[in-house]
């Protein structure tokens, strides 16, 4: 008789295979090659050496600066935090930085033209910080109701 | 076996591989004693978050976000680029289609940035796997998940700088927006062939298993994660919707465009300035010509085209960057026009633009579209006459097209048959 189930492993990493990988292996494989050969095949328009280095440094900011910063912000907010609140506001702070990133180009307007003010018409660093207010006193809300909640409950 | 000096470790080319050896977990076996610290190290991460439940979840969102991407971007390229090829040409009814599968097209790219964000914090730990890659189809496999990184943050930052007109590389951002969609789709399969056995299995089971160790207090759980990354999906939808949704567009705070701003009250893409045409456009000896495979190829002032029958209808014009807006467009008929000139019924026609620069000075209408009863130059919107950014003295309007096909300051008509 089995006893308590065992939790799974957390990332498994498992090594592909059985037939769906090979098979999607194949048709993937061929659907980049196909990708691949469009780009170099137009290569005036799509300038590989130039898009290279667009590519390869999407990875690297992912990966080498934005992954490490918010590990070091969690670790951070992770000790600064009282716990009851914690949970509430780590997520709400999250949701803040993913609006934040996103609001990168618009921040930069880089488009804007003088005789075009139908592009990028707001203010948008004003803007963000309202939403970004926003976010943040929903995100308190429902956090200390929750704590409510759960000290009514005990 | 004889175990090696213990005090020199063994290179790795000490020992060859055996016959038959997979020379990659050969690499490994001798890479596994040399752990480095950090991030490699073993228990670095928690695992409570960096969890494959979660991950297969956020990769299941991803998944749905990114054949939406490809399939409407699809759509797109197909309606600037036909095929000519039947049942896969573009309709012309309904007149809203291109808008709706554009605007889905850049909502699903904007909510894929959390989506990515969140999934990628999830499987960060992956990064530090030692040793990098236990055999050939594990490293195949971890080559093919950084191309996938590196592509699916390309597509989207590429994307979102586009909506804004920001363009900070050389390339030609159509043209490599739509190859780099292919790329990303074959590593995306590829991906999903190699989580198939992993995602299924845990995608069934629960976010929280009766008898794991609950949560403790003061951390978020796995199911906090997913709230927040939802959250986070309706935190970017809802501040840039309003761009291609009209009913949203006064939350539209982070959108660089709404669908109510600009000249008469309607967004503009490419100026008349931007298009070096402020004098040809106002130019009194303005004429239209229809000439090409026509009986009778004529040239008509603005008054012979306001003397002709006027035609009124209501079309959205949509932009390859996703905003769309509604506007009531009058004008001449291109079926009158070809009707007066003498035109074959299949005849095809070239709008051409005075515009001297730029790659869409033209663009072609079909025998379907360039006879529909919706296709016009328009020389009002909204009961004024084009403002000179909308392409005075006339434009193309068409139903269901990217406005880029929308020609403005149209000098030709060009018939072919």
Known sequence: MSTLPEAPPALEDETPHGASWWLLLLAGGAIFAFGLYGLLHNSTQTRPGDWIK????????????????????????????????????????????????????????????????????????????????????????????????????? | MTDPDPERPPRPSARPPRRGEDPVAFVARRLEAHRPPGPFAEGAFSTRLHDDRVAARLGLALAVTFFT???????????????????????????????????????????????????LWTVYPLLFTWPPARDTVHATERLFVGALVALSVFQLFSGL??????????????????????????????????????????????????????????????????????????????????????????????APRVPDVGPQGIPVN??????GVLDTARDPGWRLSIEGDVPTPMSLT???????????????????????????????????????AGASQGAEVVVKSMQTKGSYRTSELNTIVARHEHTMLALDINGEPLHLDHGFPCRLIA???PGVMQTKWVTTLEVRT
């Open chain 2, 302 to 340: 603005l008054a012979d085209l306001r003397a002709m029958p006027q035609h009124e209808a209501d079309l959205r014009i949509t932009c390859v960057e996703g905003w769309s807006a509604d506007a009531r467009w009058t004008g001449v008929r291109i079926n009158d026009l070809l009707e007066r």
């Open chain 2, 69 to 119: 991407c490809f399939g409407t971007g699809l759509v797109s390229h197909f309606a600037q680029h036909p095929l000519h090829i039947g049942f896969l040409s573009t309709p012309a009814s309904p007149g809203w289609l291109y808008g709706v599968t554009q605007g889905v097209h850049v909502i699903a790219g904007i909510a894929s940035i959390p989506l990515l964000l969140f999934k």
């Open chain 2, 270 to 275: 490419r100026t008349a300035g931007g298009a």
């Open chain 1, 54 to 154: 667009w590519v390869g440094g999407s990875v690297i900011v992912h990966d080498a600066l934005l992954g490490p910063v918010v590990l070091v912000a969690g670790f951070l907010l992770a000790r600064l935090l009282p716990p009851a609140i914690r949970p509430g506001i780590q997520a709400t702070l999250a949701v803040c930085g993913v609006v934040a990133i996103m609001s990168v180009p618009v921040l930069k307007h880089a488009g804007r033209r003088p005789d075009n003010p139908s592009l990028l018409p707001h203010d948008y660093a004003a803007n963000l910080l309202i939403v970004l207010a926003v976010i943040l006193v929903g995100g308190i809300a429902l956090t200390l109701a929750r704590t409510a909640r759960d000290r009514a409950a005990s």
């Open chain 2, 399 to 401: 139903p269901n097209r």
């Open chain 2, 161 to 254: 700088a586009n909506t804004t007109r920001w363009y900070p590389w050389q390339f030609n951002f159509t043209v490599t927006h739509f190859w780099s969609a292919w790329m990303l789709i074959g590593v995306l399969v590829i991906h999903i062939g190699a989580k198939w056995h992993t995602s299924r299995r845990v995608l069934r089971t629960p976010l929280q298993i009766a008898g794991e160790p609950a949560t403790p207090p003061g951390h978020l759980s796995r199911r906090g994660l997913l709230w927040a990354a939802g959250a986070a999906v309706g935190a970017v939808t809802l501040t840039t919707a309003g761009q291609s949704f009209g009913p949203l567009k006064d939350l539209a705070a982070l």
